[in-house]
């Protein structure tokens, strides 16, 4: 890796760069993401996801914004210790979304870990573009400015005491735009669950118009999560 930026206390940029970016293959997705291979001195590599959060081609560079939640885990106290020279792993890129200029309006609804997507999102949103972004943070501390087209506004949702349902309360309360929304809403699991009466049943959406999973689970490594996704606890559509 080539820099870090801390964007605020809990959020730092990690940009990778040098001979390994011929090997990256970008995509269109915004959501595109990567695997990273961490090395535990008692285990064999340990995969981490993270998203994508910018390419630059002529600089050469990957920008990953890594949210920094404590002392535990692998890739958050290695990217809060990250130094340029720093080599690491990556796999992918994957993706699943792209916001779709023919939507009538577009729905964004994460954390912390969601909003890298979100973001990379709003940056190929057209100028003209109509829609609305729940972010959901620890602290105000934790609010960073994001760029939006005019129409697009974004509301943070401060939740400190990790209500699973904070978001949820707020979209249900929320009054929609007319026509049919794109939804994006990526975050903690408990809390993706948690939107999913208020997207279907309150709001009658067709799935198709709908991208929704968690990112990570509250209390559960990455491994314990995606080993959750064959369990009916870690099942969100
Ligand atoms: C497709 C995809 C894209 C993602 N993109 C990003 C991204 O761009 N940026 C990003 O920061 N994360 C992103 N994530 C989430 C990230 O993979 C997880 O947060 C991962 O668990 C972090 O690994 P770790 O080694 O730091 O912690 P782990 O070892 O996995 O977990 C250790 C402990 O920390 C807790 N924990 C993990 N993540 C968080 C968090 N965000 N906040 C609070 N507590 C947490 C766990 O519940 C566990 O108790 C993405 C996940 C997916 C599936």
């Known amino acids: 890796m080539v820099a870090t930026e801390q964007l605020n206390a809990t959020l730092v940029r990690v940009t990778f760069g040098g001979a390994g970016f011929a090997q990256f293959e970008d995509r269109p997705e915004t959501d595109k993401y990567v695997k990273l291979k961490f090395t535990a001195p008692d285990s064999l590599p340990v ?3 993270y998203t994508v959060r910018r390419v630059d081609h002529d600089a050469r560079t990957i920008d990953i914004d890594f949210v920094i939640h404590g ?8 990217a809060a210790g990250a130094r340029p020279g720093d080599r690491l792993t990556m796999i992918g890129p994957g993706g699943g979304y792209r916001p779709d200029p023919a939507a009538d309006w577009h729905l964004f609804l994460g954390d912390a870990a969601g909003l890298p997507a979100i973001a990379a999102a709003l940056d190929v949103l057209p100028q003209d573009a109509v829609g609305h972004a729940f972010i959901e943070v620890d602290t ?4 960073i400015p994001v760029e939006t087209p005019e129409g697009v506004e974004i509301e943070w949702v401060v939740n400190s005491a990790h209500d699973a349902d904070a978001l949820a309360v707020v979209l249900a309360q929320f009054e929609w735009p007319a026509g049919a929304p794109q939804v994006f809403a990526h975050g903690e ?4 669950k948690a939107l ?8 009658g959406l067709d799935r198709g118009h709908v991208s929704l999973s968690g990112y990570w689970a ?5 491994d314990r999560f995606q080993a959750e996704k064959r369990e009916p606890i870690g099942q969100i559509l």
């Open 196 to 203: 999913r009466p208020v997207l279907f049943e309150q709001h």
């Open 140 to 143: 105000d501390a934790a609010i």
């Open 189 to 192: 699991r408990e809390s993706m």
């Open 71 to 78: 002392d535990e885990g692998l890739a958050g106290p290695w």
């Open 218 to 222: 509250r209390g559960r490594t990455e």
């Open 47 to 49: 995969t981490r996801t």
